[in-house]
């Protein structure tokens, strides 16, 4: 869940056209949802919460694009 909030805010970044923040803000949305996924948080709620580790993989390909929008890849 918290991954996916930080997302929204980047795609706010994004919707602003604040390609470097956006950049950011989604790397920081991949590393920590990417140490939740291996830490194995919400392993007793996964039937009716969602981990984590979804949200990441979608994360990866989104963040490439606005690294290049933003002009750091």
Do not use: K
């Not at 981990?51 to 390909?61: F, Q």
Request: with cysteine; aromatic share 16%.
């Amino acid at each position: 869940m918290v991954t996916a909030a930080i997302a929204v805010v980047a795609g706010a970044c994004y919707w602003c056209a604040w390609y470097e923040p956006a950049f950011w803000i989604l790397l920081y949305a991949i590393v920590y949802g990417g140490l939740g996924a291996l830490r194995g948080d919400n392993q007793a709620q996964a039937i009716y919460r969602g981990g984590s580790g979804a949200t990441t993989a979608v994360l990866v390909p989104v963040a490439w694009h606005v690294g290049v929008l933003a002009g750091y890849l």
